[in-house]
């Protein structure tokens, strides 16, 4: 009893005895945030810059309004240009998806380390070359006399080489390379959180590989694939590098119409209303493109 009363003694004392250890100090969380906070506060501002900017004339883009810039882009080239980017972005977002899809699979259920981290090299390994780069490579395979038509001719497929550059084949070619990582990175993640038990429980029913893939990993995976297709689209609306070397004035998408608005012609209202207007665009493809997903989503669960 002796013992056992000196004991409980002690540990109350080590209990009521300061803690010699230091304290570790409390973080704000809005200092934490304070990154993040400042690049938003900063984009936020560039864009109302860029959206007073739309409403001014040309010499006085600051104190001066007008609508006029706005009614200008009613002109039938640059809808055409607008449709143009939306196309492209479109069937850009569709064919980097679907090419990303195995890829993805592939990253998430494979057992080696070291073939994933081949495979994430070989997927990031685009983002880390400059698009000029890039776009000069392109130029090199698809010229005339480039690469991919010498494996054409030499495999008697074609007579004669064909035009690739400066043509909406070309640029499409070049869009979907270079926002495939962008297709690939989210995808990939949510693949990987979803668990082999749903493919098990799916193989004992008797599903093939094909179904398993198209009835249980996509619909588990839908966030991911969402994720990425907006990410190309939005990313592919706006390209400059690549259509201007690889559609040049021939496949003229937005963002080369707001370059030559700016470049030779010094027109910044009218540059601001067209980016304003690409903006605005953008933005309502991907929430109309969220929200059909999401309903889709809501239907299925439903049934």
């Known amino acids: 009893m002796s013992a056992l009363s000196s004991r409980r003694v002690e540990t109350a004392a080590s209990a009521a005895a300061p803690d010699d250890a230091p304290a570790v100090p409390r973080v704000s969380p809005l200092l934490l945030l304070a990154p993040i906070l400042v690049f938003l506060a900063v984009l936020v501002i560039a864009s109302l810059a860029v959206l007073r900017m739309s409403f001014g004339v040309s010499g006085n883009e600051w104190r001066a309004f007008t609508l006029q810039n706005y009614a200008d882009l009613a002109d039938t080239y640059f809808l055409r240009s607008l449709w143009l980017t939306l196309r492209l972005a479109f069937q850009s977002m569709v064919c980097a ?3 990303a899809i195995p890829v993805a699979l592939a990253m998430a259920r494979t057992e080696s380390r070291l073939a994933r981290r081949l495979l994430l090299a070989g997927v990031l390994l685009p983002l880390l070359v400059n698009l000029l780069l890039q776009g000069y490579g392109w ?26 550059l400066y043509r909406e084949n070309g640029v499409l070619l070049g869009l979907i390379q270079t926002a495939f990582p962008l297709a690939v990175l989210p995808i990939s993640s949510a693949m990987r959180a979803v668990s082999r038990s749903y493919e098990e429980a799916a193989a004992t029913l008797g599903a093939t590989r094909w179904q398993v893939l198209r009835h249980v990993m996509l619909p588990l995976a839908m966030p991911g694939l969402v994720s990425g297709a907006l990410l190309v689209f939005a990313y592919n609306a706006s390209a400059f590098a690549v259509p201007l ?22 027109n910044w209202p009218a540059a601001a209303a067209s980016g304003v207007v690409l903006m605005v665009a953008t933005l309502s493809v991907m929430a109309l493109s969220q929200r059909l997903a999401s309903r889709t989503k809501h239907h299925g669960e439903s049934r």
């Open 139 to 164: 130029l090199v395979i698809l010229g005339p006399a480039g690469l991919l038509n010498h494996a054409l001719l030499g495999s008697g497929l074609v007579q004669r080489p064909l035009l690739w």
């Open 97 to 99: 998806v679907l090419l």
């Open 245 to 266: 070397l690889l559609g040049g004035r021939r496949v003229p998408m937005l963002a080369v119409l707001v370059h030559d608005q700016v470049a030779p012609l010094l």
